[in-house]
């Protein structure tokens, strides 16, 4: 072997090694805050639960995260949008208070009984938390990309306990239709790193089963008719998750900009959004569709793990949720989208087992990861997603799911700031001259 190969090997051993031993200590604080973070939410929402007066206080809840934002967030406003185009344009930075003031916005949202997930916050958590990491170690605009997107990974495998997601959905979610893997190293080591980390600190995360096991013979000859017919169901169900997730991302942004076309006062934009929630909830006489929808507030309550079951939700339990949601955000309460989206596609895969005669656990499966393909536009983690929380056993269904609703759903998401093309040459670059003598 030339002494030039040997030399580039080893210089890029270097490289590869100064990334991780970076991206480590990072991702250790960032599973940290986000641990942190989990522990306040489940906090906040068992207080509610046993005080359930504090609805009523939703629209005040929300002018005071607007004027957190307006006089201390300023740009933090944007939330994941900012983290993306910071990866793309280094240079307007992530602020340091995007990660309490996130953390505490939406702890405060789910207090009140505010529809919003924990998604957005975890990679806030990361990105605010890479970039100071960023500027502590000097390094440089296509270094601090890698850290922001290593810090997106951590954040996200931290809140959901799916490492392995996080890792792709940060390399994913960045580029419509093109996936860089020159960062995907740094974002495997930064995921595991961060759910180590919250599991080190003793926080658990939910667990969800897929009661139907017939379908580990997919292609048994002897019932070549009913595994043609369950695809068929699939696929059909895939596209209305697809359907779903457009819906979800044009409500919510569609109501942001009603609101602010017609209330000029924009302190009162999240306490009508408030009085709204309260109404709809006096409404239908049950409060199943506020906060995160994980754990149940009574017995009988519709949640994410019920929708699992036969008869665990309602027929229009995922409408409901998708408008909670989409009113919550859109008037400016704080969280993520993604918890949500698990609700919205568990419950929607239920109804539609039960209108398709088909398996209900698989296809709430399917809508939980589906639904959130569609609107994240991250097929590829949606599907390794479902492998991580469900196992393998139906893979070739969570890849359907996912890559039909993603084609289904067509150009419209959650995320304004993904890009089609990055319009960068040597986009992620590996500068190894640097490091040469």
Same mark, same amino acid.
């Given at each position: 072997?030339?002494?030039?190969?040997?030399?580039?090997?080893?210089?890029?051993?270097?490289?590869?090694?100064?990334?991780?031993?970076l991206?480590?200590?990072?991702?250790a604080?960032?599973?940290?805050?986000?641990?942190?973070?989990?522990?306040?939410?489940?906090?906040?929402i068992?207080?509610? $639960?046993?005080?359930?007066?504090?609805l009523?206080?939703?629209?005040l809840?929300?002018?005071?995260?607007?004027?957190?934002?307006?006089?201390y967030?300023?740009?933090?406003e944007?939330?994941?949008?900012? #983290?993306?185009?910071e990866?793309?344009?280094?240079?307007?930075?992530?602020?340091?208070?995007?990660?309490p003031?996130?953390?505490?916005?939406? *702890?405060?949202?789910?207090?009140?009984?505010?529809?919003?997930?924990r998604?957005?916050?975890a990679?806030q #958590?990361?990105?605010?938390?890479a970039? &100071? &990491?960023?500027?502590l &170690?000097? %390094?440089?605009?296509?270094?601090?990309?890698?850290?922001?997107?290593?810090?997106?990974?951590? +954040?996200?495998?931290?809140? $959901?306990?799916?490492p392995?997601? +996080?890792?792709i959905?940060?390399?994913? *979610? %960045?580029?419509?239709?093109?996936i860089?893997y020159?960062?995907?190293?740094?974002?495997l080591?930064?995921? $595991?790193?961060?759910? /180590?980390?919250?599991?080190?600190?003793? #926080?658990?995360?939910t667990?969800?089963? =897929?009661?139907?096991?017939?379908a580990?013979?997919?292609?048994?000859?002897?019932?070549?008719?009913?595994?043609?017919?369950?695809?068929?169901?699939?696929?059909?169900?895939?596209c209305i998750?697809?359907l !779903?997730?457009?819906?979800?991302?044009?409500?919510?942004?569609?109501?942001?900009?009603?609101?602010?076309?017609?209330i000029?006062v924009?302190w009162?934009?999240?306490?009508?959004?408030g009085?709204? #929630?309260?109404?709809?909830t006096?409404?239908?006489?049950?409060?199943?569709y506020?906060s995160?929808?994980?754990?149940?507030?009574? !017995?009988?309550?519709?949640?994410?793990?019920?929708? $699992?079951?036969?008869?665990?939700?309602?027929?229009?339990?995922?409408?409901?949720?998708?408008?909670?949601?989409a009113?919550?955000?859109?008037?400016?309460?704080?969280?993520?989208? *993604?918890t949500p989206?698990?609700?919205i596609g568990?419950?929607?895969?239920n109804?539609?087992?039960?209108?398709?005669?088909?398996?209900v656990?698989? &296809?709430a499966?399917l809508?939980?990861?589906?639904?959130?393909?569609g609107a994240?536009k991250?097929?590829?983690?949606?599907? =390794?997603?479902?492998?991580e929380?469900?196992?393998?056993?139906?893979?070739?269904?969570?890849?359907i799911?996912?890559?039909?609703a993603?084609?289904?759903s067509?150009?419209?998401?959650i995320?304004?700031?993904?890009?089609?093309?990055?319009g960068?040459?040597?986009y992620?670059? =590996?500068? /190894?001259?640097?490091?040469?003598p």
């Open positions: 072997m030339l002494k030039s190969d040997l030399s580039n090997r080893d210089f890029l051993l270097k490289y590869l090694t100064r990334r991780i031993l991206v480590i200590p990072v991702a604080a960032i599973g940290s805050m986000v641990a942190l973070f989990l522990w306040l939410l489940s906090w906040s068992h207080f509610r $639960f046993t005080h359930t007066w504090l009523y206080f939703l629209p809840a929300g002018i005071v995260i607007h004027f957190a934002y307006k006089y967030g300023k740009s933090a944007k939330g994941n949008n900012l #983290i993306i185009d990866i793309h344009r280094p240079g307007a930075g992530v602020p340091k208070r995007m990660a003031l996130i953390l505490v916005t939406t *702890v405060v949202t789910h207090l009140f009984g505010g529809s919003a997930g998604e957005g916050t990679v #958590i990361g990105g605010s938390i970039h &100071f &990491f960023s500027d &170690f000097k %390094l440089d605009p296509d270094e601090m990309r890698v850290m922001l997107t290593a810090g997106i990974a951590a +954040g996200f495998g931290a809140v $959901f306990g799916t392995f997601t +996080g890792a959905f940060a390399i994913e *979610v %960045l580029t419509l239709s093109r860089h020159t960062a995907l190293l740094p974002c080591i930064a995921g $595991f790193v961060g759910d /180590l980390t919250v599991s080190a600190w003793h #926080i658990k995360h667990p969800y089963h =897929i009661d139907y096991v017939a580990g013979n997919y292609f048994d000859a002897a019932n070549i008719t009913g595994t043609v017919l369950l695809f068929v169901k699939a696929i059909l169900a895939a998750f697809g !779903a997730s457009i819906a979800f991302a044009k409500a919510t942004h569609g109501i942001k900009k009603l609101f602010l076309k017609l000029k924009t009162l934009i999240p306490a009508c959004g009085l709204i #929630i309260i109404g709809l006096l409404a239908l006489g049950k409060p199943d506020l995160l929808g994980v754990e149940p507030e009574h !017995a009988g309550a519709v949640t994410i793990v019920s929708a $699992f079951k036969s008869g665990g939700a309602d027929t229009l339990s995922w409408f409901w949720k998708l408008i909670y949601t009113i919550t955000l859109g008037t400016g309460f704080k969280g993520g989208e *993604v989206l698990f609700y568990a419950t929607l895969g109804t539609l087992a039960s209108l398709l005669n088909a398996p656990s698989l &296809f499966a809508g939980f990861i589906g639904v959130f393909s994240t991250t097929p590829v983690a949606c599907t =390794i997603m479902g492998v929380l469900f196992g393998p056993e139906h893979a070739v269904f969570f890849a799911a996912c890559f039909i993603y084609l289904a067509g150009h419209s998401g995320y304004p700031s993904q890009k089609n093309d990055p960068q040459k040597g992620f670059r =590996i500068k /190894l001259l640097r490091y040469l």
